[in-house]
């Protein structure tokens, strides 16, 4: 850009794209009013189309980079799937609070009830069974990884006959009678009526926090609690011969002549890593999901399965089942309303994310 130094004598000089037009008069003369450091001077701006143009086209290059920039800081880069909100090995103790209510990362006894509950602490595991493993079946129980986001409490014991009729009022369901028995010939919807049940009187009794239930636990917590950190065909190994000592199943479940099988109760055999009795046999247990054959992405975090067909999921190995039908990763399924004598449930204590 040339600039020029304004000339007193008069004529044009320039600078900054204004032409300074001075007056003309004699040297020397005095200066007029009006006039700055005593130099008389009118000023005529006249705008550079050109160069105003090439000003706003750079400051519009500017605010669009600097928007972009702000865009990818806080939001990511477009089309990029986000993380999971969960962290792939959660810190412990979980976030969720109780209130001082209940002894969170600790074993749990229910009030008047009796009930033990054992805490599981949140982690990730694998789920499913590789294809080699005996008994696999095919897309129905493909390995893939589960983030369990946050730790719950789940029964030491299925639900027995005597805890049953304590909340629910009315006839025992069971075909094999006995207060230590696993109570059975509960649908799901009475199943999720006790969870209910118990809940209203522990809010009533001022021992739940709010928004903490009693619920059936899903099927990624379950089999999460099963397994108790292994990845064996069962939670103690791969050596089916060993069953026996953690299982009542077909083989051992007989009584009589007639070589009956019924079931035993609770907490007679050996428990898993985590303290859980009768996880892979003794009662078929309701979870909470809906069935379906194939499992959510690899990398769910907490995930449970809606409505995908008109059956409920129930798991572990029944006193009827052979030894294959009692592996962590079996799954089975019928109908809600289904009451069977190898069908029970084990209850789940969980702040609520889902009704």
């Known amino acids: 850009m040339r600039s020029s130094i304004p000339r007193p004598g008069g004529g044009i000089g320039r600078h900054a794209g204004f032409r300074i037009q001075w007056p003309r008069g004699r040297a020397g003369s005095s200066p007029a009013p009006g006039t700055i450091n005593s130099i008389p001077f009118a000023v005529e701006p006249l705008i550079c189309w050109h160069k105003v143009e090439a000003m706003k086209k750079l400051n519009y290059l500017r605010l669009s980079f600097l928007a972009t920039f702000c865009l990818y800081l806080f939001t990511g880069c477009p089309g990029k799937k986000k993380d999971p909100e969960a962290p792939q090995e959660p ?196 979870c909470y999901d809906w069935y379906g054959k194939v499992y959510s992405p690899d990398g769910s975090v907490d995930p449970i399965t809606e409505k995908a067909s008109d059956f409920k999921v129930f798991r572990g190995g029944t006193y009827t089942d052979i030894s294959e039908r009692c592996r962590a990763a079996h799954r089975n399924r019928v109908s809600p309303d289904t009451e069977n004598p190898w069908i029970g449930f084990r209850l789940a204590l969980m702040r609520k994310y889902f009704e």
């Open 91 to 286: 810190d412990e103790p979980s976030v969720e609070k109780t209130q001082d209510i209940l002894p969170e990362g600790e074993p749990y006894t229910v009030p008047e009830l009796g009930m033990q509950m054992t805490w599981i602490p949140a982690g990730n595991f694998l789920m499913g069974s590789p294809p080699s493993e005996p008994g696999h079946r095919l897309e129905e129980e493909d390995l893939h990884n589960v983030v369990i986001s946050r730790g719950f409490w789940i029964g030491t014991y299925e639900v027995t006959q005597k805890e049953f009729t304590s909340i629910l009022d009315g006839e025992n369901p069971s075909t094999f009678k006995g207060p230590q028995l696993p109570v059975h010939k509960v649908s799901w919807q009475t199943a999720m009526e006790f969870c209910k049940a118990l809940t209203e009187r522990e809010k009533f009794a001022g021992r739940m926090p709010e928004h903490w239930h009693f619920i059936l636990p899903t099927e990624a917590q379950w089999e999460y609690a099963c397994r108790a950190g292994t990845t064996n065909v069962f939670h103690f190994g791969n050596d089916e011969e060993a069953l026996e000592d953690y299982a009542w199943f077909s083989a051992n479940s007989k009584t009589g002549e007639a070589g009956t099988s019924r079931p035993r109760n609770v907490g007679e055999k050996k428990p898993n890593q985590w303290g859980i009795h009768d996880m892979h046999g003794n009662m078929g247990e309701w």
